[in-house]
């Protein structure tokens, strides 16, 4: 059930897409975006930064025939909103056609709306934001070896949207988001190292303590402390947690849509075909409870469900919103992620990796040298050819077990090839959008000196 509020917001996008038929709009959507956000930085127990910001925002598409155009406004004034419906009518009559443009087909728009709890009431002053950083740098800061603070910060925020169309779809929803972030620094001189922790939720009981992820970060950074240098070689990487959510990144976006068409995805013809081992899932599920990236429609009105991106190690679909999917000739996935001045993309939720049956240390524990990655630098992956080459830190594995802490190293390997050689721990993580376990991939080629 709308808020009085987010019933409003419907109301004005209604107004917005009658006044666009009105003006000889073959067929119109609207969407109000609306964010407020609060955050406090803190660095060794003073606070040295308060931002806040509020704002929203209407965007207007419209179709003439198959030519479309994209207006906005923050003025939801009614002349303001007859002004721009009637310059975005005119500016679609001119623009160049597009066959692929369009609303999406009625029938697979959303008819109902599950409640997935994305809002939490509490609303956190300045007071208890800049307690919240504190207590987590304090934390950092009482780790032994810990030497300095590289700030702390907590946040607060709701999001949300409203979207109607003229072929009959009205929906809304509002999100909560909280957040605490610490830094640490250990050592000293020129032997020092900078590890972090955070934690966030949609509902503010959800959040770890700041405790535990200053910690977290403190410890982190501590046993960075002292890293070597390791000789080039080729040979087995560990991704952590933190790390190999990247991986899967890139395979998300070598099977969005928007890649597909362009053709510049080096998975483009892998659809039904064994992209990762056999046992393994990757699942995207847009109406998990109190989920951080958790919608009841995606940004078409579509409705939403829970999808298995890789079953068994099978690539079964790509992320497709209307435009992608028409242009392959294939149904929408519901994976319309939607702005204000821009048309619907494609993009994904809550995305998990299904974890392995073994424990980190029974991954590594064949392992007689290997990387434990803990650290990424660069963005070094060609989507188009599947290369990648990044740089690393984190810990040298000898004999099966954590050696020391290592820096300036690259690995490399192609993408295609690491997807193959996957295989899994059971410390999955479930944090944020993307939850993947600890992941270890044979034959990467790890540069040294």
Known sequence: MPSADQTRLLEIAESAVRHARRFGADAADAVIVEALSRSVDVRQGAVEDVESA??????????????QAIVSTNDFTEATLSALAERAVAMARVVPPDPFAGLADAAYLARSFPELDLFDATVPDNAVLERLAVEAEEAALAVNGVTNSGGASAGYSVSG??????????????????AVSVSAIAGTGTDMQRDYDSTSAVHFGDLRTPAEIGRSAGERAVARLDPRK???????????????????????????????????????????????????????????????????????????????????????????????????????????????????????????????????????AD?????????????????????????????????????????????AGNLKDMFRNMSLADDIEYRGGIDTPSIRVEGMTIAGR
């Open 161 to 178: 949207m409203a979207l109607v169309s003229s072929h009959g779809f009205a929906g809304s929803y509002r999100r909560s988001g909280y």
């Open 367 to 411: 392992i007689d040298q290997g990387l434990l990655v803990t650290e990424l630098l660069g963005q070094g992956a060609n989507l188009v050819t599947g290369d990648y080459s990044r740089g690393a830190a984190g810990f040298w594995i000898e004999n099966g077990e954590i050696a020391y802490p290592v820096a300036e190293i690259t690995i």
């Open 230 to 364: 390791v000789e080039s070689r080729k040979g087995p990487v560990v991704f952590a947690p933190r790390m190999s959510r990247s991986l899967i990144g890139h395979l998300l976006g070598a099977i969005n849509g928007s890649a597909i068409v362009r053709g510049t995805s080096f998975l483009i013809d892998s659809l039904g075909q064994q992209v990762l081992p056999t046992g393994f899932t990757v699942t995207d599920d847009p109406l998990k409870i109190r989920g951080q990236r958790s919608r009841p429609f995606d940004g078409e009105g579509l409705a939403c469900t829970r999808q298995e991106l890789v079953a068994d190690g099978i690539l079964t679909t790509w992320i497709l919103d209307t435009r992608s999917a028409r242009k392959l000739g294939m149904a929408p996935t519901g994976h319309a992620s939607r702005g204000i001045s821009s048309p619907p993309s494609p993009s994904v939720t809550n995305v998990t990796m299904a974890p392995g049956r073994v424990s980190r240390a029974e991954l590594i």
């Open 54 to 67: 509020e704002g929203r925002d209407l965007g207007l598409r419209v179709f003439v025939g198959d030519r």
